[in-house]
């Protein structure tokens, strides 16, 4: 999907001087009447080292997220169902060779008592994520538990994050009912690529990188993009991923749904950590923002992987989705003991404790699974992103879904906060064409109907 004189040009960007300060800001003015950034012009805000422009930059792409999205902040959990894998990644807790790991793969029962743990939390969507071991959790057991969920526990979304598969096995998930494909390229630079990934079907870099074709000929239109931060040059990583969203929204009419920002971090049984890569927070910031700026209508995704307070921090910058509640064990929901886990987390606050601090922090906390189940995705949700109206609908759905979680699941602390959320936001702008009907519709919630949306 991208070829060595994609590779080039990157590389080539980046030794060049800084741009001038007037540069910058051009390019600023252009990314907030939301036109987006070329990889090229991203990079130019990737090298900017300049602190007060880094300020702006942060400061210009916390207004694109607010022109796009407005103030609300989604929240979701990951369900993991296998730590049993066949590659062997350098980085990765689950590696094959990991012999401390406690494996363990959920049967379709596990799984649905896991979705109703997490639906039991509040939560609404759920993310997939497994192992790569084909013998045990390929596509045929990924969809049965798909339609288990579905039709035996409160989940009303299932976004899925697994290996690449076939054309075939992609249409199988489409039919299941899965909201978007995600996907991690982990690094863009092929010698790096093969170095962290030296065994297993994950070591064919070309398979992983042309999965998302494979995906949208098969009928998904919402994909997530990613790479994981700390493996190589993070100005690249950046630069390498416009560059592939642009190249598949040229051939498909349709962008990146979601991109996600994780970093490094040190995982049990993991054979490398400092790889000469990692990145700071501020380094971190400036990835969130420039990516907020290049593709302004994309979902930006923070894990738990973060702590609390950077967390809430990014929020301001560009981020839009975040996990709260996390466990990255098979079974690690309502556990005492689970088996092996992923990676550490570092934001170990309850879902009801993100959401007090969500709405302390003056935003709005949203369940809402309502474009997946309008059909409005692919290039229908990308039309109303980049025009800037999907917050007509999202601030209105985010207040009926956090309606229900606060009557439902609120602790008395954060129902009281959530009530002033509520308050605040119908006296915004982003509701006012919806605003009598939508009072009717929290009135309704108030008296018991649950799972209405626009």
Known sequence: MLSEKDFGIISEALVKPPASRERIRELL?????????????AGELLNAGDSELLDEIFAAAGRVKEMIYGKRVVLFAPLYLSNECTNNCLYCGFRKDN???????????????????????????????CGEKPALNGISYLVKIIKEIYENADIRRINVNIAPQSTGDFKLLKE?????????????????YSFYHPMGAKADY????????????????????????????????VMALICHAEKLERLWGVGPHTV?????????GATIYNTGFLISDRQ????????????????????????????????KIGVSQISA??????GGYGAEESAGTQFYLED????????RDICRAGYLPSFCTACYRRERTGERFMALAKGGEIKELCQPNALLTFKEFLLDFASDQTKQEGEKTVHRFLQSADVNRLKNNLLSRLNEIEKGLRDVYY
């Open 284 to 315: 971190l910031t400036l990835v969130t923002a420039v990516l907020r700026l290049a593709l302004p209508y994309t979902g930006l995704i923070l894990s738990t992987r973060e702590p609390g307070a950077l967390r809430d921090y990014l929020l």
């Open 206 to 237: 070309q398979w992983r990188i042309t999965a998302f074709q494979r995906a949208l000929e098969a009928g998904i239109d919402d994909y997530g993009m990613g790479v994981l931060f700390g493996l190589y040059d993070y100005r690249f990583e």
């Open 348 to 355: 170990n606050r309850t879902l009801d404790e993100v959401v």
């Open 99 to 129: 012999r401390d790991l406690s494996r363990r793969t959920l049967s379709p029962g596990e799984a649905v008592e896991q979705a109703r743990l997490i639906s039991g939390m509040g939560h609404k969507r759920i993310l997939l994520v």
């Open 260 to 268: 996600s920002v994780p970093r490094l971090k040190k995982a049990p």
């Open 29 to 41: 003015q252009k990314a907030e009447e939301l036109k987006g950034l070329s990889f090229l012009e």
């Open 325 to 330: 509640g996390s466990s990255t064990a098979p």
């Open 176 to 192: 299941a009912g899965i909201g978007t494909y995600q996907l991690f390229q982990e690094t863009y630079h092929p010698e790096k």
